[in-house]
């Protein structure tokens, strides 16, 4: 039976014990050097006073090796890993380990003092201590958390914005991939040849999977710099050197290799599956990478992280002109993608809807957050006979003349910006209420030109260079507006309030 990831992983290794799992430049680590790892970091939890069963334990590191090892122990020990961005503000780490309250930090001799300077209230080991001492795996102890787990206990936490400037914590569970696991390698026919060049953070949903799919199926992850998207080139060249055959990546990357025509210069034949997600890629720039790589199969996966992964998938199969958006296409296997309008009815072909889901792949709810949890979790309002959760997205869709869905927006104001999902409002928070620099501001998205933009009135001194430095110091680079506008008085509705969409429909209108 299949009830946790532990179990799953073993299996993997006994088949390819000596087989590279991660290639960490010049390092690598094979399947039984992880397990081996992993098991030693699980027997220490168990044994001390962190060993309590599903409990978050924080790892502090960049994407490195050693985020696999003490994620792999976290799933041995029948805990929850929750991966930190060491590149985001220390005043947002101490929200987010306020609100989550992990059992225990684990980060290397590079990041300790930094988390331990921050005075977090929370107990902070380093992984060369634990692997550097006489320390041996417990089998017993070890064996006896298996049996312990079930498929329904979470597995991970992935941090996402919230409208209060506290970030949500999603809690995913290994049913959940379990699931998308199936239909992914059903579908794709992943066997395990695949070597993955993994570009994303440790904190996305993206790194998750391509964790999971090395246990499940015995994948190789290659670890791509994150420094080298700001040169693509070199990008490209390293992933032609370890003939890199599958990638799964937010597009803005893609879409500067497009512009800059490097796929006619940098040759990826051993490139055989591309999956792309996080936002909208421009079909101009996704036609480019088409015509470059005819061998490769191209994939749009659409889904939040409150969905496991994603939920809706499509392998494009047919050619589109420039202008014509590509379809986010049909529901996974084991997945209901429902479209519901005003009346919480089911739209008709063609009428635009707001995006809910249901299935084993929903999230299990935010962590210490039951509020925010019963506001996007909700029941299902076409069945009135026995409880059944859904997740309203926000995001709204249709379904066109081939029956596909095509994704049109977001209903509110969260949005998808560089992979990362942020509500804006969090953002509009900090400026007026934390830190107190504007009385009045209005943060919308540019989704044309992907900019997100900030509207305040003039009543102070206060200029666009203060703004940004102040919030660079709360949020990380890719929260902060790009566009400034700062006016006399903001557009106001008949009640009083801001008028948002006015001011979103001058900076996507023109």
């Known amino acids: 039976m299949r009830n946790n990831l532990a179990k799953l992983f073993e299996n993997t290794v006994n088949k390819y014990a000596d087989k590279i799992c991660v290639v960490d430049k010049d390092e690598q680590l094979t399947f039984s050097v992880l397990r081996e790892r992993g098991r030693r970091i699980a027997t220490y939890i168990l044994q001390t006073k962190y060993g309590e069963k599903n409990k978050p334990i924080a790892v502090f590191l960049p994407k490195c090796k050693e985020v696999y090892e003490i994620n792999i122990a976290c799933i041995y020990s029948g ?17 987010i380990i306020d609100l989550i309250q992990p059992g225990l930090i684990v980060t290397n001799h590079q990041y300790i003092d930094i988390i331990q300077n921050e005075n977090v209230g929370v107990d902070v080991v380093c992984i060369e201590e634990l692997l550097n001492t006489e320390l041996y795996p417990d089998d017993t102890l070890l064996m006896k958390r298996q049996k312990e787990m079930i498929d329904t206990d979470p597995l991970c936490i992935i941090n996402t914005s919230g409208s209060t400037g506290t970030p949500k914590g999603v809690v995913l569970n290994h049913r959940s991939f379990f699931d998308f696991l199936d239909w992914s390698v059903e579908t794709f026919g992943f066997d395990g040849s695949e070597k993955i060049g993994a570009l994303s953070p440790v904190v996305f949903d993206i790194y998750d999977y391509e964790f999971c799919l090395m246990i499940a199926k015995g994948s190789t992850i290659v670890l791509l710099d994150n420094g080298l998207a700001m040169f693509p080139a070199k990008l490209l060249t390293y992933m032609q050197e370890q003939e890199i055959n599958f990638i799964f990546w937010v597009p803005s990357i893609m879409v500067n290799i497009a512009n800059m025509d490097l796929l006619s210069k940098i040759s990826l034949n051993s490139l055989r599956t591309v999956w792309f997600a996080g936002e909208v890629f421009p079909t101009k720039q996704f036609n480019y990478w088409k015509k470059q790589l005819p061998q490769t199969v191209f994939a749009n996966l659409y889904g939040p992280i409150e969905i496991t992964l994603d939920c809706t998938y499509y392998i494009v199969d047919r050619e589109f002109d420039d202008s014509e958006p590509l379809p986010i296409g049909y529901a996974c296997e084991n997945t209901d993608v429902l479209l519901l309008n005003e009346d919480d009815e089911l739209c008709k072909d063609g009428e635009i809807g707001e995006i809910c889901v249901r299935g084993t792949s929903l999230a299990m709810g935010y962590y210490n957050n039951p509020q925010k949890t019963d506001q996007a979790f909700v029941q299902n309002p076409l069945n009135k006979s026995y409880p059944e959760l859904i997740y309203r997205t926000g995001d709204l869709a249709f379904v066109n003349g081939r029956k596909e869905i095509v994704f049109k927006g977001r209903k509110d104001s969260l949005i998808k910006h560089m992979g990362y999902r942020i509500e804006l409002g969090e953002i509009e928070h900090v400026l007026i209420d934390s830190l107190g620099i504007v009385k009045y501001a209005c943060v919308v998205y540019q989704y044309e030109k992907k900019a997100i933009t900030l509207f305040y ?54």
């Open 79 to 95: 805990n929850i890993f929750m991966n930190l961005d060491v590149k985001t503000p220390m005043a947002r780490i101490h929200n």
């Open 457 to 510: 009135e003039k009543e102070n001194s206060v200029t666009e260079v203060e703004i940004r430095k102040a919030l660079a110091k709360v949020f990380p680079k890719y929260m902060i507006p790009t566009v400034y506008y700062c006016m006399e008085e903001l557009p106001r509705n008949t009640n009083g309030k801001i008028d948002r969409l006015m001011l979103s429909k001058k900076v996507n209108e023109g």
